[in-house]
């Protein structure tokens, strides 16, 4: 504890602080939209099911971050009061409950649909909740920034064109999608309030932890797949390492910056890389509304940017 507290004695304020923050969040956004190819890769040679994958990516996750805050944090365990242990526990299982939605998802209405529901539903959930429940202020230019990347990441993703909404699965799938952005959303929300608890390694492993627990009654009837190739072993590791810890430390240190809004419209940055990947490695091409949506996207991200010393 005392390390960490050299840390944040350390630590820049102000305009700085909001660049740090800025930075980290993006990075993570980044980061997180290459879990997308490797999932993909997993679920298509490894035969891998979505709840095993979700769940050994957080269980696989919780020693990564639990080395990285005895390195960094000087601790194993942090002290914790009960009020803190709800808050990790809150981030763990918004985590855990957000994954699972968002597979479930996917199975009844595709991609598309799914990541425009979800991803694009988090930040206008946390605008709402933040506003109406925390009392937190709404400014103009939050709104415009907010609407500017929502609208961007609709073009970036589009519509399929073989939509059937008279179908009772759709409805489901619509549903599901929907409480998979109040599940992300809740996470967000849980993730700023993480860091008053304790450190960012302590907060994503003490978390994921717990949300490795809410998984396992959800564990499939034929138990957890475990066969997975040594590459596909490796891909588990790099997205526990890299996507996962790595990234919730950035994200869960530079939304202190940002604010609850604010690093929920820079998480949209996610689908764009996933995008970008996706014609990069599977050679898929990006029509003219996708490349503006990308162009609408990252100016939306930019204005909200513009003023890092204002509450968002």
């Not at 950035?250 to 604010?259: A, E, P, S, Y």
């Not at 690093?263 to 970008?276: F, Y």
Request: hydrophobic share 55%; glycine share 10%; net charge neutral.
């Amino acid at each position: 504890m005392e390390a960490q507290s050299s840390i944040e004695r350390q630590a820049p304020d102000g305009a700085d602080a909001a660049r740090a923050g800025w930075a980290a969040v993006l990075a993570a956004a980044s980061l997180w939209g290459t879990t997308g190819l490797v999932f993909q890769v997993l679920r298509t040679d490894g035969g891998a099911d979505a709840v095993s994958i979700s769940f050994l990516r957080l269980a696989l996750t919780v020693p990564f971050l639990m080395s990285m805050a005895r390195v960094y944090a000087g601790a194993w365990i942090p002290s914790l009061t009960p009020k803190g242990l709800l808050v990790l526990a809150a981030l763990g299982v918004s985590m855990a409950f957000y994954q699972l939605t968002y597979v479930l998802a996917i199975e009844r209405v595709g991609v598309a649909i799914s990541v425009l529901i979800s991803i694009c539903g988090a930040p206008i959930f946390v605008a709402l909740i933040s506003v109406l429940w925390f009392r937190e202020p709404f400014h103009i230019r939050t709104f415009a920034a907010l609407a500017t990347a929502v609208a961007g990441t609709i073009l970036l993703v589009g519509l399929p064109s073989d939509l059937n909404p008279d179908t009772y699965p759709f409805w489901t799938g619509v549903a599901i999608a929907v409480v998979c952005a109040l599940f992300q959303a809740f996470y967000v929300l849980a993730a700023r309030a993480a860091g008053q608890v304790c450190s960012p390694m302590h907060a994503g492993g003490i978390g994921f932890a717990i949300g490795a627990l809410v998984l396992m009654p959800f564990w499939p009837e034929e138990g957890l797949q475990l066969s997975y190739p040594v590459d596909g072993w490796l891909m588990l590791l790099y997205v526990a390492a890299v996507p996962t810890a790595l990234a919730q430390t950035l994200f869960l240190q530079g939304i202190k910056g940002t604010g609850a809004i604010g690093g929920a419209i820079a998480s949209l940055m996610e689908p764009l890389v996933a995008t970008i990947l996706a014609v990069v490695v599977l050679h898929e091409t990006m029509t003219g509304y996708s490349v503006l949506g990308a162009l609408i996207l990252l100016s939306g991200i930019v204005i909200i940017q513009w003023t890092p010393g204002n509450p968002r």
